[in-house]
């Protein structure tokens, strides 16, 4: 059973840049695809970036792409996504996720865990 925690969250203004961090423990991350999701107020989840077991394949979603970047360290068991460029719009709580699979998907049913999510707010 691999438990997600994710931190790094917080305040920012509109071009920050913010790098949120999700910890596992109870299992080697490296043996996992891992993802970042985010949820805003009153919308479903969202697929932002996801990357394969060996760190080296990473997938993006449109909105994020250029401006998002994905990236783990399983001597650590920690994966990250940096932030640039931050808008409004990124506002919501991120969340890690892992799943078995070999590659990353779009979809939240396709991971087996979840952390509780950390908050982002883009203020202008």
């Known amino acids: 059973q691999v438990q997600l925690e994710e931190s790094g969250g917080g305040l920012v203004q509109v071009g920050d840049s913010l790098r949120v961090s999700c910890a596992a423990s109870?299992?080697?991350?490296?043996?996992?695809?891992m993802a970042w999701f985010r949820q805003a107020s009153g919308k479903e989840r969202e697929f932002l970036a996801a990357?394969?077991?060996?760190?080296?394949?990473?997938s993006y979603a449109d909105s994020v792409r250029g401006r998002f970047t994905i990236s783990r360290d399983n001597a650590k068991n920690s994966v990250y996504l940096q932030m640039n460029s931050l808008k409004p719009g990124d506002t919501a709580v991120y969340y890690c996720?892992?799943?078995?699979?070999?590659?990353?998907?779009?979809?939240?049913?396709?991971?087996?865990?979840w952390g509780q999510g950390t908050q982002v707010t883009v203020s202008s």
């Open positions: 990357i394969n077991w060996s760190g080296p394949t990473a």
């Open positions: 109870g299992g080697a991350v490296s043996m996992y695809t």
């Open positions: 996720a892992a799943r078995r699979g070999v590659s990353g998907s779009p979809l939240p049913g396709a991971y087996n865990y």
